[in-house]
């Protein structure tokens, strides 16, 4: 990976990694969550389509992995770019998110049913309902003494969150020791997703269709009881919540990864048959 110059790369647009074959039987779009980007999912959401289905993972505003990849464009423009990708006849679409990336997927399919395209369902991993004050304290204040400097420039520089999502110590040890290790995400973007958080329940509320939310047991961001209180505010009434033991908070970037890619395939197989 690597490492970013001191100044903000100008903004791209081609942030989309494309999983799968044409014609696929559904298409699953994917949006990450804070201080991530699109690459490191793609072999877990390989694992989850397989030979069936297709995806499409993005890069969301101000997020990426490399000079050039970071893009400020807006949510809006991400949306309107995501709906012309579906555009061409696909299958059934599926939207799925972790962590902050589920804030923003009720908007999406809003965006979407604009165009006449309905979504057949909504995958929730770690969707941040309730948070734990104390670390999202830790994390806030650890990315901003990083690099106060490149604050005021508008980007931060994050290590550490990423690397609490790393249940192996050794791995973790490892993340944090990299120099290379470094995002960049833009303050307006995280200042608006602040927002969609604390707006997380009523998008809930108007999730109707089949909805899967899934949850790791050892979660240092998400108290135990969001994935319960979520469940219950889901508007589906096809809905189902897995707590994934000894998982962590990126479901995807875990030790557990198995199990909670197997168990999302399962419930999309039953979802498009």
């Known amino acids: 990976m690597a490492t970013f110059p001191q100044e903000p790369t100008a903004a791209i647009e081609d942030t989309l990694i494309r999983i799968g074959r044409a014609n696929a039987s559904y298409t699953l779009v994917f ?13 877990p959401i390989a694992d989850i389509v397989g030979d069936d289905g297709e995806a499409l993972l993005y890069d969301l505003p101000g997020h990426g992995d490399a000079p050039g990849r ?16 579906l555009a061409d006849g696909r299958g059934p679409i599926v939207l799925a998110g972790e962590s902050m ?18 979504v057949r369902g909504f995958i929730l991993l ?11 304290a830790r994390w806030t204040i650890d990315a901003l003494l990083r690099s106060p400097g490149q604050v005021l420039a508008n980007r931060i ?17 490892a993340l944090l020791a990299d120099p290379e290790v470094k995002l960049r995400v833009d303050v307006q973007y995280l200042a608006r997703s602040v927002f969609d958080i604390a707006q997380l329940g009523p998008q809930l509320r108007r999730m109707a269709v ?36 000894g998982a962590r908070h990126s479901l995807l970037w875990d030790v557990r990864t198995g199990e909670v890619t ?12």
């Open 157 to 173: 520089p994050v290590r550490r969150p990423i690397a609490e999502c790393v249940s192996d110590p050794q791995q973790r040890r």
């Open 31 to 43: 949006l990450h969550g804070f201080a991530m980007h699109a690459d490191p999912y793609a072999a």
């Open 101 to 118: 990336g589920c804030t923003h997927l009720h908007a999406l399919a809003a965006r979407l049913a604009t165009d006449g395209r309905q």
């Open 262 to 273: 197997s168990r999302v395939r399962a419930w999309l197989s039953r979802l498009v048959a």
């Open 70 to 85: 970071v893009t400020s464009r807006t949510l809006a423009a991400l949306f309107d770019s995501i709906a012309a990708d």
């Open 210 to 245: 089949p909805t899967m939310l899934l949850q790791g047991s050892r979660d240092p961001l998400i108290l135990p009881l969001s994935l319960a209180l979520a469940y219950r505010l889901c508007g589906a009434d096809d809905k189902q919540k897995v707590m994934i033991q």
């Open 126 to 136: 770690a969707p941040p309902l309730l948070l734990n004050p104390l670390t999202l």
